[in-house]
């Protein structure tokens, strides 16, 4: 759904010759994925901190799980002294907080 926009989420499985994507409804039914995302839920609203507040976190609803993947990645790989990773020449158009505005950025 990142790479493929569409409208709405119902128009991943429609048949619309102008809509139609073949991907989605080989991989899961539209109810089934509608239950999933209705009911996944990863850390608790209970301790939830609105924007502006002291210890608010941006990624608060998906903290759990990114300090459980961040915990995997450092077991399974170390890297080496020949790993670089540019930033830089990585282009960003999409919408984010984290953003920052570069202006010697190469790619821009």
Request: aromatic share 12%; glycine share 2%.
């Given at each position: 759904?990142?790479?493929?926009?569409?409208?709405?989420?119902?128009?991943?499985?429609?048949?619309?010759?102008?809509?139609?994507?073949?991907?989605?409804?080989?991989?899961?039914?539209?109810?089934?994925?509608?239950?999933?995302?209705?009911?996944?839920?990863?850390?608790?609203?209970?301790?939830?901190?609105?924007?502006?507040?002291?210890?608010?976190?941006?990624?608060?609803?998906?903290?759990?799980?990114?300090?459980?993947?961040?915990?995997?990645?450092?077991?399974?790989?170390?890297?080496?002294?020949?790993?670089?990773?540019?930033?830089?020449?990585?282009?960003?158009?999409?919408?984010?907080?984290?953003?920052?505005?570069?202006?010697d950025k190469p790619t821009k």
């Amino acid at each position: 759904m990142g790479l493929d926009k569409k409208p709405t989420l119902h128009d991943y499985w429609t048949r619309h010759p102008v809509l139609h994507s073949s991907f989605a409804p080989k991989v899961m039914v539209r109810e089934c994925f509608l239950s999933i995302l209705a009911f996944l839920h990863i850390n608790d609203n209970d301790s939830f901190v609105p924007h502006g507040q002291p210890d608010y976190d941006p990624i608060q609803k998906i903290r759990p799980f990114v300090d459980y993947l961040n915990a995997k990645f450092k077991e399974v790989y170390q890297p080496q002294r020949e790993v670089c990773n540019d930033e830089a020449m990585i282009p960003f158009n999409g919408r984010s907080r984290f953003k920052v505005y570069m202006k010697d950025k190469p790619t821009k």
